[in-house]
């Protein structure tokens, strides 16, 4: 069984940059892609940002593109979302989950997504 947790969200300014981070722990594979999500109130969840099992291949969601980064070092057992240029839009809870996958591959489909942390709460105050 393998538990998610994210770390790293808060309170910032419109302009600032948030550093997430996603820690795994239990039985973990090097071979899962692993994706970000966020979700505001009253609206879907939605794709933020997804890294290869590998860490060779990331996507972006078209709201984030150009401003977030997602990093992943599998020997610590992390995938950190560097967040920059933050707006009040990005404001929501922002989880991460874990999908099988080939090892160069990126799943960006929520169902699919088979472990999902509690979540971190991010708030971008204009």
């Known amino acids: 069984q393998v538990q998610l947790v994210e770390s790293g969200g808060g309170l910032v300014q419109a302009g600032d940059s948030l550093r997430l981070s996603c820690a795994a722990t239990?039985?973990?594979?090097?071979?899962?892609?692993i994706g970000w999500f966020r979700q505001a109130p009253g609206k879907e969840r939605e794709f933020v940002a997804g890294i290869s099992g590998n860490g060779r291949s990331t996507l972006f969601g078209d709201s984030v593109k150009g401003r977030f980064i997602i990093l992943r070092d599998n020997v610590k057992g992390t995938v950190d979302l560097q967040m920059n240029t933050l707006k009040p839009e990005d404001t929501g809870l922002y989880y991460c989950a874990a999908a099988n996958s080939p090892e160069n591959s990126v799943v960006i489909h929520s169902t699919l997504h088979h472990s999902w942390g509690q979540g971190t709460q991010v708030t971008v105050s204009s």
């Open positions: 239990g039985r973990t594979s090097s071979n899962w892609s």
